[in-house]
T-cell receptor, first 112, second 114 residues
Framework: NAGVTQTPKFQVLKTGQSMTLQCAQD?????MYWYRQDPGMGLRLIYY???????DKGEVPNGYNVSRLNKREFSLRLESAAPSQTSVYFC???????????FGEGSRLTVL | KQEVTQIPAALSVPEGENLVLNCSFT??????LQWFRQDPGKGLTSLLL?????REQTSGRLNASLDKSSGRSTLYIAASQPGDSATYLC?????????????FGAGTRLFVKA
């Protein structure tokens, strides 16, 4: 089972560049999430999508945009990357019946 | 506002020891609680999920308990091994309109010495 797949796994950007992190899940889950993880800050929610066609801001949405392309895919876009966005980004989906979270392997982003 | 605290922040034990990791939360109105393991540079792997109506869950050498009324959960690891070395995260799920809201603890970093 593939579960939650994120691409790319590693990326280095220069300040001001843009990029999109891709996430796909094959578990037919309705809800999907984007988190960032920073040392000493734990996991923080950036955006989430409770169902196809809906997206909502989380705790730290500034500087990001998201697209729920279909039920499987949820992408995160950095329009103009800043060094403060250097982080590890995790995509997750949740099994609606049990509320169990499943995570991707993470995308490590460095902004110079 | 729900807050999740994990104690201790770090723990070093000799191989073979039984150990307990603690997680506390401030709002008892939870849907479930999930324990994760995270190895350095890796994603989060789900270990155990306890629904709000359950008291405990077991998987192999792991046992997680939940006491909603006191806002506490423990993860018990029996006969620890060096391969158990990782960061363990507790996450509390609260349901509601617009989907689940998950709040994570900061984690306990465990080191098991051979």
């Amino acid at each position: 089972n593939a579960g939650v797949t994120q691409t790319p796994k590693f990326q280095v950007l220069k300040t001001g560049q843009s990029m999109t992190l891709q996430c796909a899940q094959d578990m037919n889950h309705n809800s999907m999430y984007w988190y960032r993880q920073d040392p000493g800050m734990g996991l923080r929610l950036i955006y989430y999508s409770a169902s196809e066609g809906t997206t909502d801001k989380g705790e730290v949405p500034n500087g990001y945009n998201v697209s729920r392309l279909n039920k499987r895919e949820f992408s995160l876009r950095l329009e103009s990357a800043a060094p403060s966005q250097t982080s590890v980004y995790f995509c997750a989906s949740i099994r609606g019946r049990t509320g169990e979270l499943f995570f991707g392997e993470g995308s490590r982003l460095t902004v110079l | 506002k729900q807050e999740v605290t994990q104690i201790p922040a770090a723990l070093s034990v000799p191989e073979g020891e039984n150990l307990v990791l603690n997680c506390s939360f401030t709002d008892s109105a939870i849907y479930n609680l999930q324990w994760f393991r995270q190895d350095p540079g890796k994603g989060l792997t789900s270990l155990l999920l306890i629904q709000s109506s359950q008291r405990e869950q077991t998987s192999g050498r792991l046992n997680a308990s939940l006491d909603k009324s006191s806002g506490r959960s423990t993860l018990y690891i029996a006969a620890s091994q060096p391969g158990d070395s990782a960061t363990y995260l507790c996450a509390v799920n609260q349901g509601g309109t617009g989907g689940f809201k998950t709040i994570f603890g900061a984690g306990t970093r465990l080191f098991v010495k051979a």
